[in-house]
T-cell receptor, first 114, second 116 residues
Framework: AQTVTQSQPEMSVQEAETVTLSCTYDTSENNYYLFWYKQPPSRQMILVIRQEAYKQQNATENRFSVNFQKAAKSFSLKISDSQLGDTAMYFCAFMKPGNTPLVFGKGTRLSVIA | DTEVTQTPKHLVMGMTNKKSLKCEQHMGHRAMYWYKQKAKKPPELMFVYSYEKLSINESVPSRFSPECPNSSLLNLHLHALQPEDSALYLC???????????????FGPGTRLTVL
């Protein structure tokens, strides 16, 4: 079975600064997908960024980027130029190919401070 | 149409009531999911439907009864719930890309259920 670990229950960052959220996972699969989802107070789950395990290049989406280390089974999220709207719960998630469910970490609550 | 919709947004029900949650998507996705999420916790999988057939049931109590009448619609029928069933119920769907096997899950806004 796959597991996802987020070791930082809460973090805070000053507006315009950079913050990195950690995520490690455990799997025996070679092909899989990794995601970061954001859940603001509205509780809508929003996809932030995704990474296919077979791609060595780290994914980037505007201010969001990941550091994917497949051998170390690590998948951290870097948020640059943090904005107040980034305040949310962030979930790291793992998924095998096919119509399989997501396996979530416990989440990191990020607060962006003005 | 590029979203998953869920109705109602909020639901309050007594332990003897029967109610249903509805989830709809018109993106042609053939896998749909129900998750339950308690406050400050990650979503927990309840059911997976693939091509309108139930493929995963995570040992959910029978007071929750899923239904997938067609490829766009997913229902969750509720009966004789307990106060501990109060939670946010999230629906999600997954596209299937034969070339890329690309399987991101798209989530609806959820239904906040309170059982009195």
């Amino acid at each position: 079975a796959q597991t996802v670990t987020q070791s930082q229950p809460e973090m805070s960052v000053q507006e315009a600064e950079t913050v990195t959220l950690s995520c490690t996972y455990d799997t025996s699969e070679n092909n899989y997908y990794l995601f970061w989802y954001k859940q603001p107070p509205s509780r809508q789950m929003i996809l932030v960024i995704r990474q296919e395990a077979y791609k060595q290049q780290n994914a980037t989406e505007n201010r969001f980027s990941v550091n994917f280390q497949k051998a170390a089974k690590s998948f951290s999220l870097k948020i640059s130029d943090s904005q107040l709207g980034d305040t949310a719960m962030y979930f790291c998630a793992f998924m095998k190919p096919g119509n399989t469910p997501l396996v979530f970490g416990k989440g990191t609550r990020l607060s962006v401070i003005a | 149409d590029t979203e998953v919709t869920q109705t109602p947004k909020h639901l309050v029900m007594g332990m003897t009531n029967k109610k249903s949650l509805k989830c709809e998507q018109h993106m042609g996705h053939r896998a749909m999911y129900w998750y339950k999420q308690k406050a400050k916790k990650p979503p927990e999988l309840m059911f997976v439907y693939s091509y309108e057939k139930l493929s995963i049931n995570e040992s959910v109590p029978s007071r929750f009864s899923p239904e997938c009448p067609n490829s766009s619609l997913l229902n969750l029928h509720l009966h004789a719930l307990q106060p501990e069933d109060s939670a946010l119920y999230l629906c999600a769907s997954t596209p299937r890309d034969r070339n890329r096997g690309y399987n991101e899950q798209f989530f609806g806004p959820g239904t906040r259920l309170t059982v009195l």
